[in-house]
């Protein structure tokens, strides 16, 4: 299994990025997926979590109203379209993918946000 995010970099105050997490060696449409963060010297934190495609997702409230997570099953993946972002976002951000035996993490993108 393996879980692959990207579009992770540095950006401004306000400004945006779109991450996502290509995901294989799995029956994808079965498992939950999640967006998780980890800023310096702080714990994961649950960021966004989908669970089917038109379901209503959960977000952290640091992050609602501004983040929007998604997945497409028939690509494999799942994306976590940030706007507004603040300084507070700077952290490596991971996908998870989990269901009742198993979970994988990805090895995480780095978002900066600086001006």
């Known amino acids: 299994v393996q879980l692959v995010e990207s579009g992770g970099g540095l950006v401004r105050p306000g400004e945006s990025l779109r991450l996502s997490c290509v995901a294989s060696?799995?029956?994808?449409?079965?498992?939950?997926m999640s967006w998780y963060r980890q800023a310096p010297g702080k714990g994961r934190e649950l960021v966004a979590r989908?669970?089917?495609?038109?379901?209503?997702?959960n977000y952290a409230d640091s992050v609602k109203g501004r983040f929007t997570i998604s997945r497409d099953n028939a690509k494999n993946t799942v994306y976590l379209q940030m706007n507004s972002l603040k300084p507070e976002d700077t952290a490596v951000y991971y996908c998870d993918a989990r269901n009742t035996e198993y979970s994988y993490w990805g090895q995480g993108t780095q978002v900066t946000v600086s001006s």
């Open positions: 060696g799995l029956t994808f449409g079965s498992y939950v």
């Open positions: 989908i669970f089917n495609p038109g379901d209503s997702p």
